[in-house]
Each structure stands twice: as C-alpha cells, then as structure tokens.
C-alpha cells in the first residue's frame, strides 16, 4: 500500500513539476490534488527537495533506457544511428516545459542531476559520431568532443528559447549536412 501512495505522490509531483516548474511545485497543492495529509507526503519524502530529487531522478530512468536503445540500435549505420540519437535527446527536451529546464539548469540542488545525464549524452553521442567518422560520412578533421557538445548545447538552448521541435528537426539534419563528407552528404539526401 504505501508504494502505492508513494507512486501515486511521484507521478502528481512529477507531473507538476514538468508542467510548471520546480519553483512553482508546491506539497500543499500536491496534497489537495491527492487528498492526503502532508504527514503521508512528509513521512514517505523527508522534505519538498527529497521528493523534487526523486522526481528528477524519475525523469532520468527512461532517458538512460533511450540513450542505451540508441546506442544499442543501428550500430551497422551510424549515420541512421546518429540521426536517431539526436532526435531521441531532442524528444526528451520537449517532454517537460521549457520553465523546467531553465530552472533545472540555475537549481544548485538539483543541477548535478541533469549534468549527471547530459555527461550521458555527450558521451553516447561522441560515440556515434565518432563511428560516422571511422566510417567516411563525417570529415576527418571534426573536432568530435567540440563538435557533439556544440550540437547539444545549441538544441537544448533552442528549447530554452522556446523554438519550436520542427525547428530544432531542420536544425541538426543541416548541421549533420554541414559536417559530412559527399559519402554523408548522399546518405542524408537519400534517407532524410
């Protein structure tokens, strides 16, 4: 019974917490919209940053379940690969609302949670995109490490400002275009 509760308290709170933000999350509207005393929340979650940490953690399991799927998927076609990649981190940056994202970002709390998973993604997507290279469909002389992080920053500022996904879409099949070789450059042109 009581993981029960607490599920139900981490799917409101995280619901809450992605929709309007973390500063705006609050116990005692969690506690109307469940109809449960603050003691139940209190005894199951020490404090409101307890249950926001577990929220965010909530939050990281089916990110890392998708970088793994990706890595784990295509490894015969990094270009396909790659592509699939960065649309998976793109999709994970439109889950929740921008406000959630700009105040994880400026959270001393809770910031290492998200760097934690962005190391995540950086790694997986030098990876790949060091395959794309090794392979000939990137120039040989990309900076790798700068180029993914470069990449990454800019779609996740983008969401930031509110740019719309199809935008962020157009965003990284031109940037992909801008790093790769003629063999890239025919790949894309066929398969984008």
């Given at each position: 019974m009581t993981s029960q509760i607490r599920e139900k308290i981490l799917k409101a709170a995280l619901q809450s917490i992605t929709r309007n933000g973390i500063r705006a999350f609050r116990v005692e509207d969690l506690t109307h919209h469940l109809k449960i005393s603050k003691k139940t929340i209190y005894q199951l979650f020490p404090s409101r940053i307890d249950l926001v940490k577990k929220c965010i953690e909530k939050i990281n399991e089916p990110v890392r379940n998708k970088i793994?799927?990706?890595?784990?998927?295509?490894k015969d076609n990094p270009m396909l690969q790659i592509l699939n990649y960065t649309k998976s981190f793109v999709d994970g940056l439109y889950e929740p609302e921008e406000?959630?994202?700009?105040?994880?970002?400026?959270?001393?709390?809770?910031?290492?949670?998200?760097e934690t998973v962005r190391q995540e993604w950086l790694t997986g997507g030098e990876k790949i995109l060091n395959a794309c290279k090794n392979k000939g469909y990137i120039c040989s002389d990309t900076n790798i490490q700068y180029t993914n992080r470069r990449l990454q920053t800019s779609l996740f500022e983008a969401r930031l400002n509110n740019e719309p996904y199809s935008g962020q879409v157009l965003f990284y099949n031109i940037f992909f275009r801008g790093i790769a070789t003629e063999t890239g450059r025919l790949w894309l042109e066929n398969n984008v």
């Open positions: 793994s799927l990706c890595l784990n998927a295509h406000i959630f994202w700009q105040e994880l970002r400026k959270s001393n709390e809770f910031r290492y949670l998200f």
